[in-house]
């Protein structure tokens, strides 16, 4: 019973133990950074881990990681030319986009619900921007229309580290702009 019963409650304590992500500091400086494609520029946080991917013609992405705190900027083709499409049923291509993702993001992450969405004008031209929650997550979405592409931004970080945070996923947000060529 002895072994049952230690065989049961330490796996559980373990588990347990691990809980409550440490907090994530927020970024006290950021640095200039152009996507790999030259599809779009801005700054993002120093000090966090930096991955860079794509290229080419069709996609391109940079990514920041600290703990379990993460921010993405992407772009495609794929999200603009469907926007493009979708012009004939009245539907602006930068919502097209923007509910793509969405439905993505609802299929993809248990427990998605996603939050208002405003209109905002970027350096790219008009945009979207909204907030998101998941058990216990809090993010910030966000998508604008380049000519040829689709530009998605995705901070994300644990519900207990939103409001440190916003600040800068908004500033990344917000010094997002066309790479000069």
């Known amino acids: 019973m002895k072994s049952i019963l230690l ?7 373990l588990l ?5 992500a440490k ?3 927020a970024p006290t ?4 950074f152009v996507a790999s494609d030259k599809s779009f520029a801005g700054s993002g946080p120093v000090g966090w881990d930096k991955q860079e991917f794509g290229g080419g013609d069709t996609y391109a992405k940079v990514a920041w990681t600290s703990g379990d705190a993460k921010i993405e900027v992407k772009s495609d083709t794929a999200n603009s030319l469907m926007g493009d499409i979708n012009k004939v049923s009245g539907k602006k291509p930068v919502d097209t986009a923007h509910e793509r993702v969405l439905a993505g993001m609802q299929s993809d992450i248990s427990g998605f619900t996603p939050l208002p969405t405003q209109s905002v004008t970027t350096t790219f031209g008009e945009g979207r921007l909204s907030e998101w929650t998941a058990n216990g997550t809090h993010g910030l979405r966000g998508t604008a229309m380049a000519l040829d592409r689709s530009i998605g931004l995705n901070c994300q970080c644990s519900e207990s580290d939103w409001e440190t945070l916003k ?8 010094d997002l702009k066309p790479a000069t060529p």
Do not use: H, I
């Open 167 to 174: 600040p800068a996923f908004m500033k990344v947000w917000s």
């Open 7 to 13: 065989g049961t409650l330490l796996p559980l304590l």
């Open 29 to 32: 400086s950021f640095e200039p």
């Open 23 to 25: 907090p994530v500091a």
């Open 16 to 20: 347990l133990s691990g809980c409550g």
